[in-house]
């Protein structure tokens, strides 16, 4: 089956600081990797995605690099500010055979704070 | 609205009752999920629409959890003889239905927070 496993938190940081948050993963197939964000009080928002080995996502800063030989997709920001304060989930997809379904697989969530 | 909506925000019932939960997708979506985001947990999928079609429940958890699109937009999520362990925020999100390159952006909703007492 798939699953995601992500850096357990809560991760706190101070203003401008390197921010790193692990994810491995497993697939059945060959999986699309993504970010998601979820601020308080606001619903999930995709942050980046990559598609196959190699690529880069990135936005607003954050950078993650999609690894097939360690099946990592690591998320990257190289000076946090306080408004990236939120729950990140890096989550996979593997397209159904034949078909069109793109369900979802999270990791637990890490619950990012980072402080002035 | 240009986004997904989902109602009620809240609904607190007690156990043994039943349950529905609406989600409105984007106009034009063709594909829906509905994925159930336990306290400390990421989303789990639990049904996938396309179009009108159920064309995967395999996550649903049991018989009590029944969905429905009857003209492919709007979805209702149904619980029945709720429980206590239902108490989640259940997700709505949509996409276009049109990947590329193996990727197709689900939008979702604010969600649903169902607490069974």
């Known amino acids: 089956g798939n699953s995601v496993t992500q850096m357990e938190g809560p991760v706190t940081l101070s203003e401008e600081a390197f921010l790193t948050i692990n994810c491995t993963y497993t697939a059945t197939g060959y999986p699309s990797l993504f970010w998601y964000v979820q601020y308080p009080g606001e619903g999930l928002q995709l942050l980046l995605k990559?598609?196959?080995?190699?690529d880069k996502g990135s936005n607003k800063g954050f950078e993650a690099t999609y690894r097939k030989e360690t099946t990592s997709f690591h998320l990257e920001k190289g000076s946090v500010q306080v408004s990236d304060s939120a729950v990140y989930f890096c989550?996979?997809?593997?397209?159904?055979?034949?078909?069109?379904?793109?369900?979802?697989?999270f990791g637990k969530g890490t619950l990012l704070t980072v402080n002035p | 609205g240009a986004g997904v909506s989902q109602t009620p925000s809240n609904k607190v019932t007690e156990k043994g009752k039943y349950v529905e939960l609406r989600c409105d997708p984007i106009?034009?979506?063709?594909?829906l999920y509905w994925y159930r985001q336990s306290l400390g947990q990421g989303p789990e999928f639990l049904i996938y629409?396309?179009?009108?079609?159920?064309?995967?429940d395999s996550g649903l958890p049991n018989d009590r959890f029944f969905a429905v699109r009857p003209e492919g937009s709007v979805s209702t999520l149904k619980i029945q003889r709720t429980e206590r362990g239902d108490s989640a925020v259940y997700l709505c999100?949509?996409?276009?239905?049109?990947?590329?390159?193996?990727?197709?952006?689900?939008?979702f909703g604010p969600g649903t927070r169902l607490t069974v007492l």
């Open positions: 106009s034009g979506h063709t594909a």
């Open positions: 989550a996979l997809s593997v397209r159904s055979s034949g078909g069109s379904n793109y369900k979802l697989t």
């Open positions: 629409f396309q179009g009108t079609g159920a064309a995967d």
């Open positions: 999100a949509s996409s276009s239905g049109k990947g590329l390159a193996g990727v197709n952006e689900q939008f």
């Open positions: 990559a598609t196959k080995a190699d």
